[in-house]
Nanobody
């Protein structure tokens, strides 16, 4: 399993960023792919999760009005579109993958926040206020 994140950076509050997670080494449709973030001094927070090739989608209630997740099955990639960014969104964002057969996206998301699955190296998102 290989996960490569990109797209992080420094952005002003109100701005947008699009994170990418390029995956390889497993059958994309059989895995749940999630985004988990860790803000400075805080624990892991589940942001979004897709499974079944992107047909099943979970986005955390706290950010679903501003964030959107997309999949490209032809590229085995998952994207996190983040709009109206706020200082509280500052965090390292990790792409996480785990077998998704037989579990819901919510169950997968919860497992990922407990550090289950394979993790990418993370990409830093910094929002200046």
């Amino acid at each position: 399993v290989q996960l490569v994140e990109s797209g992080g950076g420094l952005v002003q509050a109100g701005g947008s960023l699009r994170l990418s997670c390029s995956t390889s080494g497993f059958e994309f449709r059989d895995y749940a792919i999630g985004w988990v973030r860790q803000a400075p001094g805080k624990g892991y927070e589940g942001v979004s999760c897709v499974a079944n090739g992107g047909n099943n989608v979970y986005i955390a209630e706290s950010i679903k009005e501003r964030f959107n997740v997309e999949t490209d099955k032809t590229k085995n990639s998952v994207y996190l579109q983040m709009n109206h960014l706020q200082a509280e969104d500052t965090a390292v964002y990790y792409c996480v993958a785990m077998p998704g057969t037989g579990i819901s996206v919510l169950e997968a998301m919860r497992a990922m926040t407990e550090m289950y699955g394979e993790w990418g190296q993370g990409t830093q998102v910094t929002v200046s206020s």
